[in-house]
């Protein structure tokens, strides 16, 4: 069975800096994109960043753009969001997400989430 | 940018009705990329249909998806009880941003 737990979230100050973790289990995890979407409160899905496989290469939407960064360590199935300078408007639950795939060639969609973590940024 | 847009922005009907959700792109997406998905409160959003009308593992066959170029379709065809829930259209592009979501149909009980 595939799970994805987030943890890492919490309280934070503006300008501060935190770091979310989503494990992984139940398929083999270095064979697949993942991805970290949000949800602000009460308002609609924000895709945020995506990784390949392999880590080597990445994605951000520009709102996050220079302020996080997603990475991945396959030998312990694990993803990470690491954010830095985060802002009132960085406040939501955040959801990791495996990138839906058939035969090896990827649907550009999600088929599992996580049940997501929540980040507030407040003084 | 593809920006899309979902309508109507509530849909109001009972169990048992037909319910059709409408997704539009401003620019043309690839029907491989275009993909439904259900979200219920307080959790994680469910991929209902991929590639625009294929449905996912274990979605009831109530649910369907049609539409290319830049106009989408989801339709319920008789609501249950369990189906009242925000449904998003999410597109994905090889442009930035890879990944795009509508702003939600919430479809609720009448």
């Known amino acids: 069975e595939v799970q994805l737990l987030e943890s890492g979230g919490g309280l934070v100050q503006p300008g501060g800096s935190l770091r979310l973790s989503c494990a992984a289990s139940g398929f083999t995890f270095s064979s697949y994109a993942m991805s970290w979407v949000r949800q602000a409160p009460g308002k609609g899905l924000e895709w945020v960043s995506a990784i390949s496989g392999s880590g080597g290469s990445t994605y951000y939407a520009d709102s996050v753009k220079g302020r996080f960064t997603i990475s991945r360590d396959n030998s312990k199935n694990t993803l990470y969001l690491q954010m830095n300078s985060l802002r009132a408007e960085d406040t939501a639950v955040y959801y990791c997400?495996?990138?839906?795939?058939?035969?090896?060639?990827?649907?550009?969609?999600?088929?599992?989430w996580g049940q997501g973590t929540l980040v507030t940024v407040s003084s | 940018e593809i920006v899309l847009t979902q309508s109507p922005g509530t849909l109001s009907l009972s169990p048992g009705e037909r319910a059709t959700l409408s997704c539009r792109a401003s620019q043309s997406v690839s029907s491989s990329y275009l993909a439904w998905y259900q979200q219920k409160p307080g959790q994680a959003p469910r991929l209902l249909i991929y590639?625009?009308?294929s449905r996912a593992t274990g979605i009831p066959d109530r649910f369907s998806g049609s539409g290319s170029g830049t106009d989408f379709t989801l339709t319920i065809s008789r609501l249950e009880p369990e189906d009242f829930a925000v449904y998003y259209c999410?597109?994905?592009?090889?442009?930035?941003?890879?990944?795009?979501f509508g702003p939600g149909t919430k479809v609720d009980i009448k």
């Open positions: 999410q597109q994905y592009g090889s442009s930035p941003p890879l990944f795009t």
């Open positions: 590639g625009a009308s």
């Open positions: 997400a495996k990138v839906y795939m058939i035969a090896a060639a990827g649907t550009g969609s999600f088929d599992y």
